[in-house]
């Protein structure tokens, strides 16, 4: 079936506008997480949803930063006035639960290069 | 000091060879112990899962995770240049309400035929 699809695959901005990038996860799957893999790091965990549950956004480097989930599908992640540092991939996950021995599958990535 | 250490390579081995990637740790909280491989511009997909210390083999890979030395280990056996890639490793504690991962920032392998 179909995997994790995310978009754009790429996208360049100017310092200072806002951007939204997508996330829709494998269908079925309740929990879905955003990470940001910046050059020559780890990923860093960003958000986490869960069903209609409040979301973990305890990652979230700034208030810049926001995320949404309507029910069980599509997400969004915002990046108001975006910075240079906020150059990264971002990749989201999606879970068939939100337990521990399940397997995140990962979508390809949005690249975000501020200029 | 970062939560996860591992060496960011490039690690480059003839074909045929084993590999061994590994990681430390510093929060004993750690209970459940990832590898992901990751292709050039791909997301990165799970090979192996292990829970607390032991040994986990699943065809020509092999996980290790030692809790007492907060250490653990990817062992490729017979690689091959398929093997290319950015090995992750990834942890995460047991505390319920979501699976976050903790990652490393990757080692880069490449087999040479």
């Known amino acids: 079936g179909a995997g994790v699809s995310q978009s754009p695959s790429n996208k360049v901005t100017e310092k200072g506008k806002d951007v939204e990038l997508r996330c829709d996860p494998i269908s079925g799957h309740t929990a879905l997480y955003w990470y940001r893999q910046r050059l020559g790091q780890g990923l860093e965990f960003l958000i986490y949803?869960?069903?209609?549950?409040?979301?973990?956004k305890s990652g979230l480097p700034s208030d810049r930063f926001s995320a949404e989930r309507t029910g069980e599908s599509v997400s969004t992640l915002t990046i108001q006035r975006t910075q240079q540092e906020d150059s990264a991939v971002y990749l989201c996950a999606s879970s068939l639960t939100s337990g521990m021995v399940e397997t995140q599958y990962f979508g390809p990535g949005t690249r975000l290069l501020v200029l | 000091q970062k939560e996860v250490e591992q060496d960011p390579g490039p690690l480059s081995v003839p074909e045929g060879a084993i590999v061994s990637l590994n990681c430390t740790y510093s929060n004993s909280a750690f209970q459940y112990f990832m590898w992901y491989r990751q292709y050039s511009r791909k997301g990165p997909e799970l090979l192996m899962y292990t829970y607390s210390s032991g040994n986990k083999e699943d065809g020509r890979f092999t996980a290790q995770v030692d809790k007492s030395s907060k250490y653990i280990s990817l062992f490729i056996r017979d690689s091959q240049p398929s093997d290319s890639a950015t090995y992750l490793c990834?942890?995460?504690?047991?505390?319920?309400?979501?699976?976050?991962?903790?990652f490393g920032t990757g080692t880069q392998l490449k087999v040479e035929l």
């Open positions: 990834a942890m995460s504690e047991a505390t319920g309400g979501g699976n976050k991962l903790t």
């Open positions: 949803f869960q069903g209609n549950s409040a979301p973990d």
